[in-house]
């Protein structure tokens, strides 16, 4: 069946430093890829997403390139602010499977001042 | 206006009662999603309905059960509740089978 597997957190960075969380995925065909972002106490709101390869999502300088030759999906932003504290999920869908979203495990982050 | 929405907030109930959530989505969508968040945060997806298909999580309980009264809302019944389903419920929509989901704010269920 289909898996999102991404890197455990919590992850820790100082303000203004460079962010990476591993997200890597096994589908049958070809899934949308979605990264999500739930902040404390809140829901899940979508942060960006692909929907083919070598697509690239982008959002609040957050970005994801969908890389089929590797099966991954890795978020990137180059100057990560306090705000940004939440927890980062890695997901995807496929049309003919519902559009039901598998999920990663979820990413911590926390940038400290 | 909240796009999709869902009552109650939070929910404390015994073992072995029977009780329901409501979601309701106001995005004109015409799927709709249930998905149970655990106490590690894991998310996982219970159900995915529109008014054709009715998609069931094998490892779902049929305790479960969702209800759809018309397009807008999806409820979720849950009958002789358990420790084990204390979790926090989302409910989501989307405009087809291809687009992205939009959350709930979720329901914090907890059973005593």
């Known amino acids: 069946g289909d898996s999102v597997t991404q890197m455990e957190g919590p992850v820790t960075l100082s303000e203004e430093a460079f962010l990476t969380i591993n997200c890597t995925y096994t589908?049958?065909?070809?899934?949308?890829l979605f990264w999500y972002v739930q902040y404390p106490g809140e829901g899940l709101q979508l942060l960006l997403k692909?929907?083919?390869?070598?697509d690239k999502g982008s959002n609040k300088g957050f970005e994801a390139t969908y890389r089929k030759e590797t099966t991954s999906f890795h978020l990137e932003k180059g100057s990560v602010q306090v705000s940004d504290s939440a927890v980062y999920f890695c997901?995807?869908?496929?049309?003919?499977?519902?559009?039901?979203?598998?999920f990663g495990g979820g990413t911590r982050l926390m940038v400290k001042p | 206006d909240t796009a999709v929405s869902q009552t109650p907030k939070y929910l404390v109930t015994q073992m072995g009662n029977d009780k329901s959530i409501k979601c309701e989505q106001n995005?004109?969508?015409?799927?709709m999603y249930w998905y149970k968040q655990d106490s590690k945060k894991f998310l996982k997806i219970m159900f995915s309905?529109?008014?054709?298909?009715?998609?069931i999580n094998e490892t779902v309980p049929n305790r479960f059960s969702p209800k759809s009264p018309d397009k807008a809302h999806l409820n979720l019944h849950i009958n002789s509740l358990e420790l084990g389903d204390s979790a926090v419920y989302f409910c989501?929509?989307?405009?087809?089978?291809?687009?992205?989901?939009?959350f709930g704010p979720g329901t914090r269920l907890t059973v005593l």
């Open positions: 989501a929509s989307s405009a087809g089978n291809v687009d992205t989901q939009y």
């Open positions: 997901a995807l869908s496929r049309s003919n499977a519902g559009n039901m979203l598998t």
């Open positions: 692909a929907t083919k390869a070598d």
């Open positions: 309905y529109n008014n054709k298909e009715l998609i």
């Open positions: 589908a049958t065909g070809y899934p949308s």
């Open positions: 995005l004109g969508h015409d799927t």
